[in-house]
């Protein structure tokens, strides 16, 4: 099965801040990457899938890149509402899905 | 808009079995493949199984091969995980999602709201 690692497992930033958070595959995935953001409590929701495309209605300061097994999401001017923990997702070896372990953001 | 919405999750002993359902709507439920998520208290998400859109092709991960089965009616647009011998380390908040795509191979666009199982004597 294809590992998924995240870095870092937390992180801590403040409003208006830019995060990066890393996802690593541990064999070629191609771009079948999605990210999803989980707040407590809530069901996770989808941001991204394709590595870079954004669902609809999530806004434009969430953006991810990568391709291969190096892949990354960034989120710029960040809002209140952005703390949460966010998870990367493989979808190239399936039928098989896995999961990152989750990276927290927490408010600084 | 898409709804779904998990139910049959409580209190099981070791040894013991649950039947978690999914009702979805909001979407054409016969056309999609169906996921199940779990996440343990505390943890991370941790994929369960996947269904194809007519049923017809069903994978697991190892630890529920041979104790958990998916199956979906889509007469009455639900997605079913029959969960038999019970183990502690299955207690999780069990999610249902729906994939992008027939197959269950791509991306999981909407999520229940999740249902809870514990597992304990």
């Known amino acids: 099965d294809t590992q998924m690692t995240q870095s870092p497992s937390s992180l801590s930033a403040s409003v208006g801040d830019s995060v990066t958070i890393s996802c690593r595959a541990s064999?070629?995935?191609?771009?079948?990457l999605a990210w999803y953001q989980q707040k407590p409590g809530k069901a996770p929701k989808l941001l991204l899938h394709?590595?870079?495309r954004l669902e609809s209605g999530v806004p434009s300061r969430f953006s991810g890149s990568g391709s291969g097994t190096e892949f990354t999401l960034t989120i710029i001017s960040l809002q209140p509402e952005d703390f949460a923990t966010y998870y990367c997702h493989q979808y190239y070896n399936t039928p098989i899905h896995t999961f990152g372990q989750g990276t927290k953001l927490e408010i600084k | 808009q898409v709804l779904l919405v998990e139910s049959g999750g409580g209190v099981v002993q070791p040894g013991m079995s649950l039947r978690l359902s999914c009702e979805g709507s909001?979407?054409?439920?016969?056309?999609?493949?169906m996921q199940w998520v779990r996440q343990a208290p505390g943890k991370g998400l941790e994929w369960v199984a996947v269904i194809s859109s007519d049923g017809r092709h069903k994978y697991y991960r190892d630890s529920v091969k041979g104790r958990f089965t998916i199956s979906r009616d889509n007469n009455k647009n639900t997605l079913y995980l029959q969960m038999d011998s019970l183990r502690p380390e299955d207690a999780a908040v069990y999610y249902c999602a729906k994939d992008h795509d027939n197959s269950g191979y791509y991306w999981f666009d909407s999520w229940g709201q999740g249902t809870l199982v514990i597992v304990s004597s």
């Open positions: 394709g590595a870079s």
């Open positions: 909001g979407f054409s439920f016969s056309n999609f493949g």
């Open positions: 064999q070629a995935i191609y771009t079948s």
